[in-house]
Nanobody, 124 residues
């Protein structure tokens, strides 16, 4: 699976951004997708994940209620809508894909395929 993330940028606190992750190389509907982020000097953090059907979504505590993950199986693309951004959201955001049938959605070891990352910077 090849992943191409896009949509990052520099925004002010309170603004919104939508990240996209275009996937290719495997039947899109067979893949679980996740978003992770990593800020300078910090460990990689789980942000969100979505099941194969899109019927189940998962969020890290720090983004619940502000971020929404979705997938468009017709476009082979996963989205992360980020609202009410704050300075603590500044990080490189990575999309990831898993073909495994087990494992926690928030465990980065579950995900075999990773995109190149897109930078999100939120200024105060």
């Amino acid at each position: 699976v090849q992943l191409q993330a896009s949509g990052g940028g520099l925004v002010q606190a309170g603004a919104s951004l939508r990240l996209s992750c275009a996937a290719s190389g495997r039947a899109f509907v067979s893949v679980v997708f996740g978003w992770f982020r990593q800020a300078p000097g910090k460990e990689r953090e789980f942000v969100s994940a979505i099941s194969r059907s899109g019927g189940s979504t998962y969020y890290g505590d720090s983004v619940k209620g502000r971020f929404t993950i979705s997938r468009d199986n017709a476009k082979n693309t996963v989205y992360l809508q980020m609202n009410s951004l704050n300075v603590e959201d500044t990080a490189v955001y990575y999309c990831a894909a898993s073909t495994y049938n087990s494992g926690s959605y928030n465990y980065d070891g579950r995900y075999r395929y990773w995109g190149q990352g897109t930078q999100v910077t939120v200024s105060s």
